[in-house]
């Protein structure tokens, strides 16, 4: 139920009850005066009803009205004056101040109450009213917030503030589309965020609408957001009329169309694109029926570059059918087919060969679908018909690329491997042999006469060798510096000796005169390896490396035999004892003797060099000059090597512990250890770690740093002299340096090899080199150790050319760690 709050103005306390008691059912308040009626006022914003006495003292019934005119808060209330009959003049006075009734004095009861009731029922409906408006509005607005387009009333094209255009409405889609808040797009006004190439438009649009000669508008244009991105609209104006404004207002629907535009745009691309496509396709799109004539129901104009006749002449058939253009070779491969891809309801795709009206033959590519109807019954063929005459021509380049070698021309190895793995499969061959010809040695006259000389010089003798096929020997260049003969069909051993002194005497007329050999290697294939290509090309290099290293003949020739097989499993033994050494914490078979270095001026001991050995299980004791070659070779010499060196600085460290403080330990190298980056930081580590002195450690490098990368090597060597350790060239005289190159190493000291000490037992001094390299060795700084001294005649020599220090069974052999303290320091004991 509605509550009904009336205030009850009278000074006359009579009249007052009187009112007060008549209207009990009623919420009463009361006031005696002006003042106090503004009070209540005040306090209570829900009075719904004023009686008011005009006659009051302080603040009179006219002040009040005045008051509750100019004050919007009390607009609402309905105000009932109270006069007497003779004022007519207040009465008219106090209806145009804002009463909406007057009773007259002395009041009459039922009459009051009658016209209280009238304006109590008023004041209801009045309040049902502005619920119901209330509601309207609120559903309205739902409609406005939530609505899925962009909405805006009243927005002005050019700048305002919210505050001059309080009209203007803009809901939150309207918001997001345009990328803006309320308050920026009315300062900003619609045409600033309007794309400059659709405002002038709209703008002669708008103009209309404003004098009426259109009631609206509908156009697609651009909105650019803050970030400068583009949001496409479609945009719908149209006039407003509003109650409350007499102006000519507007109401603007907007719906983000941003996707279809981008859909529009790359439709209308696809077409250009298809239209570009057309015209510059190598080839031809076609629709045709499914006959044997291939009967062309529409064929684009390119089929005039590519067949030379022009589409008029195949459409329909009319001067030829396209199966007319189709080679003969491929016409019933193409039916086929097109049978077979159809009955699957499967793309087409095949690569064949027309002729075209110059009678030029072409390489197309064809791929194109059937188009099948509700029954599934085909109704016609489309797709396209392009020239690979190109295409195939580089394919054949690259196929010959493929299988051959690009320098001598002959076939690779790829196509040697797959032949053989091909005839392997064929039980129609007979004897099967791969001959190889290990030109390893060539390789030398690049550091003489340069890389393209010796290009030209193997280039040569494959042109040469090439006259040596027939149809059961093919050449092959199978890697680099190796030729192999594939032969089939021979008779014999004989038959394969014979062939290969042939050819040996061809590779003489090239060879020898630069003073290289070669060797020749020959495997017979057998039916357990003719599949394997892999582990038949290892055999016959083994084979051919083998014969290249006979020293008796320029060009030697080798079989591989169970002899080479025995060699090859006993190399892959060491290599699984190297692999396990450098994997075990306990070494392995691994263990170092040390050979006692004499000072010969003082004729004490001055040190050792540390050898390497390997006692293994199955083998035995394995020579250093094996187990260290293959350990090289299989690049276990990083990790075994630096468990060498570890083993000799602990024996170092123990010579040091028992006082022997300056005695010297030299250690071998391979160059492999020295090229691995971070070789000295770990030698570093160790030595810091183990806790003896870099000045007694010596590492001994052999001649062939000089064809290794020898500036990084000679880098590294820097290095280690710089942080005070010794380097020594081992085997000095065997390689293929000199003194003066010697003199550019970072080096110490010179070993002279024990073939250069052998022949001081039977040559004469005066015609002794040894003397000669002592002496030019000291000239360029450098101290001078003799190895593989054995007999008292070279030391007497040695001393008197004045070499520095010997090494050799004269003074002991390899000896056992413990062993050699042990004649260390009897040594000391005899000599003290």
Not at 167 to 188: Q, S, T, W
Not at 219 to 248: E, T
Not at 403 to 424: C, K, P, V
Not at 763 to 785: F, N, Q, W
């Amino acid at each position: 139920m509605l509550s009904i709050k009336i205030l009850v103005v009278e000074d006359s306390a009579t009249d007052m009850l009187i009112i007060k008691n008549m209207l009990n059912e009623y919420n009463i308040l009361t006031a005696c005066d002006g003042i106090e009626t503004m009070r209540i006022l005040e306090e209570h914003d829900d009075i719904d009803l004023l009686i008011l006495d005009l006659n009051m003292p302080n603040m009179d019934g006219f002040q009040v009205l005045e008051r509750l005119k100019s004050d919007a808060r009390y607009r609402k209330i309905r105000t009932i004056i109270l006069t007497i009959y003779d004022e007519i003049d207040n009465e008219i006075k106090g209806l145009r101040l804002g009463a909406v009734d007057y009773i007259r004095k002395p009041i009459h009861m039922d009459s009051l109450k009658a016209r209280i009731a009238v304006h109590i029922e008023l004041l209801k409906a009045h309040k049902a009213l502005e619920q119901k408006l209330q509601e309207q509005w609120m559903t309205l607005d739902l409609i406005f917030y939530q609505a899925p387009i962009g909405i805006a009333i009243c927005y002005n094209k050019e700048p305002t503030t919210p505050e001059t255009n309080s009209n203007c409405r803009i809901n939150p889609m309207f918001e997001k589309i345009a990328g803006r808040k309320k308050d920026e797009l009315i300062r900003l006004g619609w045409a600033a965020v309007t794309h400059p190439e659709d405002l002038e438009e709209e703008l002669i649009l708008y103009k209309k609408l404003q004098s009426g000669e259109i009631s609206g508008y509908n156009i697609d244009k651009r909105l650019i957001r803050p970030d400068g991105s583009i949001a496409w609209v479609n945009l719908i104006m149209s006039r407003l009329s509003l109650y409350y404004d007499q102006q000519c207002n507007h109401i603007c629907l907007i719906q983000d169309i941003t996707e279809r535009k981008i859909m529009e745009k790359a439709l209308i691309e696809s077409e250009r694109s298809k239209s570009v496509l057309l015209s510059h396709l190598p080839g031809l799109a076609y629709r045709c029926k499914y006959d044997r004539n291939w009967t062309m129901q529409y064929i684009s104009d390119g089929c005039f570059k590519l067949t030379g006749y022009t589409p008029e002449s195949l459409l329909n058939s009319k001067d030829l059918s396209y199966n007319d253009l189709i080679a003969p070779e491929y016409r019933e491969i193409l039916w086929e087919e097109w049978e077979r891809v159809l009955s699957q309801h499967l793309p087409f795709k095949y690569e064949y060969e027309i002729t075209t009206a110059s009678g030029e033959r072409k390489w197309v590519l064809e791929m194109g679908e059937g188009i099948f109807n509700d029954k599934g019954e085909v109704e016609s063929l489309e797709g396209i018909i392009i020239d690979i005459s190109d295409r195939k021509a580089m394919e054949d380049i690259l196929k010959y690329n493929q299988d051959h070698d690009r320098l001598t021309g002959l076939y690779n190895i790829n196509y040697l491997f797959n032949l053989i793995i091909n005839d392997a499969k064929k039980r129609t061959i007979g004897r099967r042999a791969l001959v190889g010809l290990n030109l390893s040695k060539v390789h030398t006259l690049r550091v003489v006469y340069g890389f393209h000389y010796t290009q030209e010089l193997v280039k040569n003798l494959a042109a040469a060798l090439s006259e040596h096929c027939t149809e059961n020997r093919l050449l092959c260049s199978a890697y680099e510096n190796l030729f192999v003969f594939y032969i089939k069909n021979y008779k014999d051993r004989d038959e394969l000796i014979e062939f290969c002194n042939s050819i040996a005497n061809t590779m003489v007329n090239y060879l020898i005169a630069e003073r290289v050999g070669a060797g020749i290697g020959i495997l017979e294939i057998v039916q357990e390896d003719e599949a394997d290509a892999e582990q038949l090309f290892k055999k016959l290099l083994i084979a051919a490396e083998k014969a290249a290293k006979q020293n008796d003949k320029d060009i030697g020739i080798c079989f591989y035999d169970d002899k080479i097989e025995m060699q090859i499993n006993r190399e892959q033994e060491i290599t699984r004892e190297l692999e396990k050494i450098a994997s075990d914490e306990e070494n392995g078979g691994l263990f170092l003797q040390y050979q006692m270095i004499l000072d010969l001026k003082s004729n004490q001991i001055f040190g050792f060099e540390a050898l390497a050995r390997l006692n293994s299980d199955r083998l035995g004791l394995v020579p250093p000059t094996e187990f260290i070659a293959i350990a090289e070779k299989t690049k276990l010499i990083i990790p075994v090597g630096k468990k060498i060196i570890q083993k000799a600085l602990c024996f170092l460290k123990k010579l040091e512990m028992l006082g022997y403080d300056h005695m010297y330990v030299t250690i071998n190298l391979s160059v492999i250890q020295l090229l691995k980056t971070d070789f000295c930081q770990e030698l570093f580590e160790m030595i810091k770690d183990i806790g003896v002195n870099p000045a007694n450690i010596g590492l001994e490098i052999t001649e062939s740093i000089i064809f290794s990368d020898f500036e990084k090597v000679n880098a590294t060597l820097g290095i280690l002299k710089g942080a005070g350790l010794h380097i020594l060239i081992d085997d000095f005289g065997t390689g293929y340096s000199s003194l003066s190159r010697e003199r550019e190493l970072n080096v110490d000291c010179v070993k002279i090899d024990k073939s250069f000490i052998d022949k001081l037992m039977y040559l004469k001094p005066e015609r002794a080199l040894t003397s000669d390299i002592i002496s030019m060795a000291h000239k360029v700084g450098h101290c001078v150790v003799a190895e593989g001294v054995e007999h008292e005649e070279q030391r007497k020599f040695l001393l008197n050319w004045g070499c520095d220090r010997i090494q050799g069974y004269l003074i002991s052999e390899p000896l056992d760690e413990d062993k050699a303290i042990e004649v260390l320091e009897r040594t000391y004991k005899k000599n003290r």
